[in-house]
C-alpha cells in the first residue's frame, strides 16, 4: 500500500510541474454532491444529495473568486432510538468568497477556498395520529397541518452559512476541467425541529457539516500558452575557408524550467560536431558560398508544444588574389647603366606571400632587400637591373607573388635602353697646300718650291703620325697629250719625295696615298689633302694611281 501511495505521489508531484501555464479568465462548474449532516455525531448524522453550481473569475494563476448555488435533499430521519421517517428534506447554499490554486494551468491543479453566505432549510414530515401524542405541541417555527388520519409538520429556516475546504481539478483539455473531489467543511446554526412528545429530531442544530462535490468545469477566455522558441547564433558569420570554424550557439526560450532538453543540430556544410547549446563547424576546405546551422530543441517530457527549432547562416568568402604593382625607375637609361625595379604588394585576405618570382626580357635581375608592411601580407622589395649587354629597346620585366594558400598575382613594369650615340664625326680631308707644274720639258718634275711646300707637309704628318696624306695629282686639256699619265706621275713624285727623297722626311709609304683625278678645271697641280684618323675621303673624281705601271720616265717629258 506504501509503495501505490509513494508512487500516486509521484505521479502527482509530475502533474503539478510538467505543463505549460494557460489560465482561463472564467469557469462554470456543475457537479454532484453529498451532504453529511451532523458528521461529528455519529447518532444524530443523516445524508443528503444533490447539486452544486459555481462561477469563477481568476485574476491570475494563483487568485480567483466564486460565486456559487448548491442543494441536497435527503430522504429518511431517525426519530428517537428506532422510528424512522421518510420527509421531503430541501437545503439551499449560496456562497461566495476566494479560492487559491497551486499550479493553476497545469494538468492537475489543487485548491483552497474560504466562502461564506447563506443556508436555507426546509424540512417536512407527516406522522400517524397514532403516533402523535395528545396534544401535539409543536415549537416556534414548525407548521402543524393535519388531516383525517395524520398530521403534517413542516419548518423552514435560514441562517449564515461559512464554508471552508479544497479540491483537485484535472485538466482535461484547455476548455475543460474534471474535478474528482472537492471536500469543505460546511458549518450551520440552525434550531433543533422539536416536537412535544417525540423528542427532538437532529439536536446538534446540523453544526458539524462535510460536503463531497464532484464534477466538470468549463473554461473561457485566457490566452494559450506560450510556444516554446529557439534562437540560434553562429560568429563568426562571415569568414574565408581557412580562417575558421564557426561557433554555433541556441537559446531556448518558454520551456518548462525543470525539464531537461535535448539538442539535435544539423548544417547544410555537412558534419559539425555539436555538444548542448553549442555546436562547432569545421570550415576547413569549404567551398565559397552561404551555409545554413539549424538546432532543434526538444523537451521529452512535455507531449505539446515540446520543440523549437532555429537557423543561422554563415558566408564562407571567395579568396582574392594578392594585388602586385610594380615600377622601374628611370624610364630609359643608357647601356650599362642600372634600373631599379620596386614591387609592392599585399593580400585584401591578410594571407603572408610565401613566393616572389622576377624575370626580365634582358639584363641581369638581381632581387634585393624585401620588408614587410604593417598589415599582413604587405610587402615591398626592392631589385636591380643590371642593362650591361642589353640591346637597344624596351626591357620587359615580370614579378609574380604567390601566398601560402596557393593564389597569386602578378605585375609587368617595362623600361627603355636607349641605342648607344654614333661616334663623334671626324672631319674628312683638308687641303693644306697645294705645287703648280710649270717646267715645259719636265711636267711632272718636283721643283724646289713644291720641295718646300712637301717638307711643310711632312711636319704636320710626323706632329699627327695618326693622320695620313692624300696626294691629288692634275692635269689641263692642253697637257693630256704631251705626256703619257702626267697627273698620275705628279702625285706619284711628290709622295716618293715624301718617302725616300733627298730630304730623307722617311715618312711611311702606308701613310701617303697617290691618286690622280679626271677633272681638268684645276690645271697642271698636285695638291695635299691631309686627312685624319677616322676620318675619310670624300672626293669622288679621282682614282687611286697604280705606282707598278707608271713609265720609267717619270719626269714626264712630252713626247716626242
Same mark, same amino acid.
Given at each position: 500500500m506504501k509503495k501505490h501511495l509513494l508512487t500516486f505521489a509521484c505521479l502527482f508531484l509530475f502533474a503539478i510541474h510538467g505543463a505549460a501555464q494557460d489560465i482561463p479568465k472564467a469557469e462554470i462548474y456543475g457537479g454532484y454532491t453529498f451532504l453529511r449532516f451532523n458528521a461529528s455525531s455519529p447518532t444524530n448524522a443523516f445524508t443528503a444529495n444533490g447539486g452544486v453550481a459555481s462561477f469563477q473569475y481568476n485574476f491570475n494563476q494563483h487568485i480567483g473568486i466564486v460565486g456559487e448555488f448548491g442543494g441536497e435533499h435527503n430522504g429518511s430521519l431517525t426519530i428517537g432510538s428506532s422510528q424512522t421517517l421518510h420527509p421531503d428534506q430541501t437545503a439551499f447554499t449560496y456562497l461566495f468568497g476566494p479560492r487559491v490554486f497551486i499550479n493553476k494551468g497545469g494538468v492537475v491543479s489543487p485548491f483552497f477556498e474560504f466562502m461564506v453566505g447563506g443556508f436555507h432549510n426546509s424540512r417536512s414530515f407527516s406522522l400517524p395520529d397514532s403516533l402523535l401524542p395528545h396534544p401535539v405541541n409543536p415549537i416556534s417555527g414548525v407548521t402543524e397541518t393535519p388531516s383525517t388520519t395524520t398530521t403534517k409538520f413542516s419548518s423552514t429556516q435560514n441562517a449564515a452559512a461559512l464554508l471552508l475546504g479544497g479540491g483537485v481539478d484535472i485538466r482535461l483539455g484547455r476548455k475543460v476541467a474534471f474535478r474528482p473531489i472537492e471536500l469543505d467543511y460546511v458549518p450551520t446554526n440552525f434550531s433543533p425541529f422539536n416536537i412535544a412528545g417525540l423528542?427532538?429530531? #437532529?439536536?446538534?442544530?446540523?453544526?458539524?457539516? /462535510?460536503?463531497?462535490?464532484?464534477?466538470? $468545469? *468549463? !473554461? +473561457?477566455? &485566457?490566452? %494559450? %500558452?506560450?510556444?516554446?522558441?529557439?534562437?540560434?547564433?553562429?560568429?563568426?558569420?562571415? /569568414?574565408? $575557408?581557412?580562417?575558421?570554424?564557426?561557433?554555433?550557439?541556441?537559446?531556448?526560450?518558454? *520551456?518548462?524550467?525543470?525539464?531537461?532538453?535535448?539538442?539535435?543540430?544539423?548544417?547544410?556544410?555537412?558534419?559539425?560536431?555539436?555538444?548542448?547549446?553549442?555546436?562547432?563547424?569545421?570550415?576547413?576546405?569549404?567551398?565559397? &558560398? #552561404?551555409?545554413?546551422?539549424? $538546432? @532543434?530543441?526538444?523537451?521529452?517530457?512535455?507531449?505539446? @508544444?515540446?520543440?523549437?527549432?532555429?537557423?543561422?547562416?554563415?558566408?564562407?568568402?571567395?579568396?582574392?588574389?594578392?594585388?602586385?604593382?610594380?615600377?622601374?625607375?628611370? $624610364?630609359?637609361?643608357?647601356?650599362?647603366?642600372? /634600373?631599379?625595379?620596386?614591387?609592392?604588394?599585399?593580400?585584401?585576405?591578410?594571407?603572408?606571400?610565401?613566393? !616572389?618570382?622576377?624575370?626580365?626580357?634582358? &639584363?641581369?635581375?638581381?632581387?634585393?632587400?624585401?620588408?614587410?608592411?604593417?598589415?599582413?601580407?604587405? *610587402?615591398?622589395?626592392?631589385?636591380?637591373?643590371?642593362?650591361?649587354?642589353?640591346? %637597344?629597346?624596351?626591357?620587359?620585366? @615580370?614579378?609574380?607573388?604567390?601566398?601560402?594558400?596557393? *593564389?597569386?598575382?602578378?605585375?609587368?613594369?617595362?623600361?627603355?635602353?636607349?641605342?648607344?650615340?654614333?661616334?663623334?664625326?671626324?672631319?674628312?680631308?683638308?687641303?693644306?697646300?697645294?705645287?703648280? +707644274?710649270?717646267?715645259?720639258?719636265k711636267l711632272a718634275r718636283i721643283d724646289n718650291q713644291c720641295k718646300a711646300i712637301l717638307d711643310e707637309a711632312a711636319l704636320r704628318m710626323q706632329h699627327e703620325p695618326s693622320g695620313k696624306l692624300v696626294i691629288v695629282g692634275y692635269a689641263s686639256d692642253m697637257e693630256e697629250g704631251l705626256a703619257n699619265d702626267v697627273e698620275a706621275l705628279r702625285a706619284a713624285n711628290a709622295k716618293a719625295y715624301l718617302t725616300g727623297g733627298e730630304a730623307k722626311q722617311q715618312i711611311d709609304g702606308n701613310r701617303v696615298e697617290a691618286r690622280k683625278s679626271s677633272a681638268r678645271d684645276i690645271s697642271n697641280k698636285a695638291r695635299f689633302y691631309f686627312v685624319p684618323e677616322g676620318g675619310n675621303f670624300t672626293l669622288n673624281d679621282t682614282t687611286i694611281v697604280d705606282e707598278a705601271s707608271l713609265p720609267a720616265d717619270r719626269t714626264g717629258a712630252p713626247k716626242k
Open positions: 423528542g427532538s429530531i #437532529n439536536n446538534a442544530k446540523w453544526q458539524q457539516n /462535510l460536503r463531497y462535490s464532484t464534477g466538470l $468545469a *468549463f !473554461r +473561457f477566455g &485566457g490566452a %494559450p %500558452p506560450i510556444p516554446p522558441r529557439a534562437s540560434c547564433t553562429a560568429t563568426p558569420t562571415e /569568414l574565408l $575557408a581557412w580562417t575558421g570554424p564557426v561557433n554555433a550557439t541556441v537559446e531556448p526560450a518558454d *520551456f518548462h524550467p525543470k525539464h531537461d532538453l535535448t539538442y539535435n543540430w544539423s548544417s547544410t556544410s555537412g558534419p559539425l560536431g555539436g555538444q548542448g547549446t553549442s555546436a562547432t563547424i569545421d570550415t576547413t576546405g569549404l567551398a565559397p &558560398g #552561404n551555409y545554413t546551422i539549424t $538546432a @532543434n530543441v526538444v523537451d521529452s517530457k512535455a507531449k505539446q @508544444n515540446n520543440s523549437a527549432s532555429c537557423s543561422a547562416s554563415f558566408k564562407v568568402k571567395q579568396p582574392q588574389n594578392p594585388q602586385v604593382g610594380c615600377s622601374i625607375s628611370p $624610364a630609359s637609361v643608357k647601356p650599362g647603366e642600372p /634600373l631599379m625595379v620596386t614591387v609592392q604588394g599585399s593580400s585584401p585576405d591578410g594571407s603572408r606571400i610565401e613566393k !616572389r618570382n622576377f624575370s626580365t626580357s634582358a &639584363g641581369a635581375l638581381k632581387e634585393g632587400e624585401t620588408s614587410v608592411g604593417s598589415q599582413p601580407g604587405e *610587402f615591398t622589395t626592392v631589385a636591380t637591373l643590371d642593362t650591361t649587354n642589353a640591346p %637597344p629597346g624596351t626591357i620587359t620585366v @615580370n614579378v609574380g607573388v604567390t601566398d601560402v594558400h596557393g *593564389f597569386s598575382g602578378s605585375c609587368v613594369a617595362t623600361a627603355s635602353v636607349n641605342a648607344p650615340p654614333p661616334p663623334p664625326e671626324v672631319a674628312s680631308e683638308t687641303l693644306i697646300s697645294e705645287c703648280d +707644274f710649270n717646267n715645259s720639258k
